[in-house]
């Protein structure tokens, strides 16, 4: 297994999503899950994995804390 700081303090469904980087994925879950987190976790494993480059991503929030 990896073992990338981002990916500590996820469980394995979390994780699951995080490694899933080979298409469009939808994450449903209710509030406190762990959706950013898993969300801005998939974010730089993309970039780490030379998917994709920062400036191709673009991530929306309705949150101040979620822009944090």
Request: glycine share 10%.
């Given at each position: 297994?990896?073992?990338?700081?981002?990916l500590k303090?996820?469980?394995?469904?979390q994780?699951?999503?995080v490694l899933s980087i080979d298409g469009p994925l939808?994450?449903?879950?209710?509030a406190?899950?762990?959706?950013t987190r898993v969300l801005t976790s998939r974010i730089s494993h993309?970039?780490?994995e030379h998917k994709a480059f920062s400036n191709?991503?673009?991530a929306v929030t309705f949150t101040n804390k979620a822009a944090k």
């Open positions: 297994m990896l073992n990338y700081e981002y303090n996820l469980n394995e469904s994780k699951e999503a939808l994450i449903v879950a209710g406190g899950s762990g959706k993309i970039i780490r191709q991503i673009l």
